[in-house]
């Protein structure tokens, strides 16, 4: 089993920062993905950045504003979030894939931005 936990949400003004870690644990032999993702109220859930071992992806919405990175020994991840906007108020969950194993998602992190 995995289990991914997250932490570093909270509320911030406009302009500000914060810091997502994921923390994953369990049979991880191979990471495949590791990502962030954010679900506003009434929004699907979307793709805020993702890395594998050859490339980094980020939404539009956040590029150049938000790095994530990856401890692939200590098996964490991270999302720098900075110059937050209020629309980057969501939920954000880390998203892990396991070479044969699976998806596994966290349970969640709010994030609000004021303005």
């Known amino acids: 089993q995995v289990q991914l936990v997250e932490s570093g949400g909270g509320l911030v003004q406009a302009g500000g920062s914060l810091r997502l870690s994921c923390a994953a644990s369990g049979t991880i032999d191979n990471i495949e993905v590791m990502g962030w993702y954010r679900q506003a109220p009434g929004k699907q859930r979307e793709l805020v950045a993702a890395?594998?071992?050859?490339?980094?992806s980020y939404a539009a919405a956040v590029r150049g504003r938000f790095t994530i990175s990856i401890d692939r020994a200590e098996k964490t991840a991270a999302l720098q979030m900075n110059n937050l906007k209020p629309e980057d108020t969501a939920v954000y969950y880390c998203q892990i894939v396991v070479l044969k194993r699976g998806v596994y998602w966290g349970q969640g992190t709010q994030v609000t931005v004021s303005s």
């Open positions: 890395i594998t071992t050859v490339s980094t």
